[in-house]
């Protein structure tokens, strides 16, 4: 699967402060039956969003008409437990494109970046400064540069440093997949080969 190029990305936010959110809070286990990445947005956060006679929870993040945006601004520890991947299909598929955390479990991590999914790790402080800004202003927006690896809250100036896998870098800056990568060096695999009388 060929992900969307992302190099910047400015958008308002949707805060969910609560700490060590874990996988099967994001997308509950049943309903992992499917298989391909679409439809599991309508899920996602299920047992917080609706209840058991499926209510939307008014006081839920995501059911706010207060908050939107492509950016998921979490709490520490976000990702936790078990390695399904459908936790970031779920919120790529949502329509989140960043989630920004103070700790991110790597499993969790990983599974992202394989899907377009950004996860950008702040400070503590920058983190609990972001959600400052967003309860003072549901339309607080942040700045997401990728090429410069930077994030930005455009109400204050205020601006961090991330850090993010070359690769994976690389990839998200060119809309790649693993396969994507390959195929565009097949040319030098081509001519190396070539060298070797391959």
Not at 53 to 80: H, M, W
Request: proline share 3%.
């Amino acid at each position: 699967m060929a992900i969307e190029k992302f190099n910047i990305l400015t958008s308002t936010c949707v805060p969910l402060p609560a700490e060590n959110v874990d996988t099967d809070q994001i997308i509950p286990a049943r309903f992992l039956k499917a298989t391909s990445r679409e439809g599991f947005g309508e899920n996602l956060f299920r047992d917080w969003r609706y209840d058991k006679d499926n209510t939307p929870r008014k006081e839920f993040v995501l059911n706010s008409p207060e908050y939107s945006g492509k950016i998921l601004v979490a709490g520490r520890n976000f990702g936790s437990g078990s390695s399904r991947e459908h936790a970031a299909w779920a919120i790529f598929d949502y329509g989140f494109r960043v989630v920004v955390s103070s700790f991110f479990a790597d499993i969790f991590k990983n599974n992202a970046m394989n899907n377009g999914l950004l996860p950008v790790q702040v400070s503590a402080n920058f983190l609990k400064n972001i959600f400052n800004e967003i309860e003072k202003d549901s339309q607080a927006q942040l700045e997401i540069h990728l090429e410069k690896q930077e994030i930005r809250l455009l109400s204050t100036g205020e601006r961090e440093k991330f850090e993010i896998n070359a690769y994976k870098k690389l990839c998200f800056l060119n809309g790649y997949d693993d396969i994507d990568f390959l195929l565009s060096k097949k040319e030098k695999i081509i001519a190396f080969e070539q060298q070797r009388g391959g």
